[in-house]
């Protein structure tokens, strides 16, 4: 199994960014997938997730409303919208993936995304 983050970057408070997770080495249109965050000093926290079909999202309450979780079976990729960016929101997003052979989750290697003027 491998997930390959990608979409981060800076961008001032009120921006938007576009996280995309690309997956490979399992069935992806089966499974459910995550956004998670870890920001410096804090433990890795949910951010939102879909059920393997698209048709029903979790968001944190956090970021409710201003980011908006996507999938698209055929290209093997899930998508993180995040618009009305926050400070806060700094962190690095990880993808995630459920033990789809047992056993533990797996992890892409994060994407930073920065959010300061």
């Known amino acids: 199994v491998q997930l390959v983050e990608s979409g981060g970057g800076l961008v001032q408070p009120g921006g938007s960014l576009r996280l995309s997770c690309v997956a490979s080495?399992?069935?992806?249109?089966?499974?459910?997938m995550s956004w998670y965050r870890q920001a410096p000093g804090k433990e890795r926290e949910f951010v939102v997730t879909i059920t393997s079909s698209g048709g029903v999202t979790h968001y944190a309450d956090s970021v409710k409303g201003r980011f908006t979780i996507s999938r698209d079976n055929g290209k093997n990729t899930v998508y993180l919208r995040m618009n009305s960016l926050k400070p806060e929101d700094t962190a690095v997003y990880y993808c995630?993936?459920?033990?789809?052979?047992?056993?533990?989750?797996?992890w892409g290697q994060g994407t930073q995304v920065t959010v300061s003027s």
């Open positions: 080495g399992f069935t992806f249109s089966r499974f459910s």
């Open positions: 995630n993936a459920p033990p789809v052979f047992g056993g533990l989750d797996y």
